[in-house]
């Protein structure tokens, strides 16, 4: 509601120390498929949850090594909305400010955000499966693997072996210096702002409780109710696209 909007507005103007904190509904109006929505586009019979794993790589590393590629193409077709211009423009004006994405593309950077935290890694820095060499991103103009064609990874530059997706995997650890420093953005932080996550994969679901637990004030856009509906003092229940341009003008201007 708009009282709602203006008390979100008021508590960010007068936070001196930000966390912003995305999900994949950041970017799901930029036509880029969130995880639990009703899957999208191309490859949609094929669950997340199955091929974001270490065991699906070893298994098909060309089928795993497809859809992140079908993926990041997916990204590059895609732009920036106005939502992730407004968390730029939160950025720039709210002292303090760390953004903590745990998306993997790169709208963020492209809207002007400087040095995101990616918790779960980036589809633009894909890595040796065995001696973690970084392998540049071939910006190739071959067709788009369709749905279920495997294009086999590049082998690593260094060793051969297999080169893999840049992202964190169900399974694995995240970065630990990223997710460090994301505790402890949270932990000191007097507001956080969480945009389009349901809240369930730990560990980076535990982001917006420790800011809560610190003392922070949690405040949530989302078009559905999700578990951080209990730790957020204001719910903003619409698209990022439209609630974080609005959120910034009653804040700022
Ligand atoms: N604006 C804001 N939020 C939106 C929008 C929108 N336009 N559209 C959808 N959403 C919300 C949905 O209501 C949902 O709560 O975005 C959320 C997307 O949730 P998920 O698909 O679960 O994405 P996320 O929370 O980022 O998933 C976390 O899970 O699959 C892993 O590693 C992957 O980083 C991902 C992690």
């Known amino acids: 509601a708009e009282s709602d909007l ?5 508590m960010l103007g007068q936070a001196s ?3 912003i904190f995305t999900g994949a509904g950041m970017s799901a109006e930029s036509g880029v498929p969130t995880f639990r929505d009703a899957l999208t586009g191309l490859w949609q019979r094929y669950d997340p949850q199955a091929l974001a794993t270490p065991e699906a790589f070893h298994a098909d590393p060309a089928l795993v090594w497809s859809w992140y590629e079908w993926r990041r193409r997916t990204v590059r077709r895609a732009e920036p909305h106005d939502g992730h211009r407004a968390v730029a423009a939160i950025e720039a004006r709210a002292p303090h400010a760390v953004l903590i994405t ?3 593309d790169d709208l963020h950077e492209r809207a002007g955000s400087v040095a995101p935290l990616h918790l779960h890694g980036s589809l633009f820095a894909p890595r040796c499966s065995a001696c973690a060499h970084p392998t540049p991103v071939v910006d190739d103009t071959t067709p788009e693997p369709a749905e279920g064609r495997r294009i086999p990874p590049p082998a690593c530059l260094r060793c051969a072996a297999p080169v893999r997706p840049g992202v964190v995997w ?3 650890a995240l970065p630990p210096e990223t997710l460090e420093a994301a505790v402890e953005a949270a932990a000191n932080c007097d507001l956080l ?3 389009g996550t349901s809240g369930l994969v730990y560990p980076a ?3 917006p409780q420790v800011a809560a637990r610190c003392g922070a ?7 559905l109710p999700t578990p951080l509906d209990a730790v957020a003092r204001v719910n903003l229940h619409g698209p990022a696209a439209d609630l974080l341009p609005a ?3 009653a804040a700022w201007d």
């Not at 203006?6 to 008021?10: E, K």
Request: charged residues 15%; neutral net charge; hydrophobic residues 55%.
């Open 217 to 223: 004030t949690v405040i949530q856009i989302n078009p």
């Open 170 to 172: 169900f399974g694995e």
């Open 193 to 195: 702002l969480t945009v």
């Open 17 to 19: 120390r930000v966390v």
């Open 102 to 104: 745990q998306n993997v």
């Open 247 to 249: 959120l910034v003008r």
């Open 205 to 207: 679901a535990e982001i």
């Open 6 to 10: 203006v008390a979100a507005a008021t």
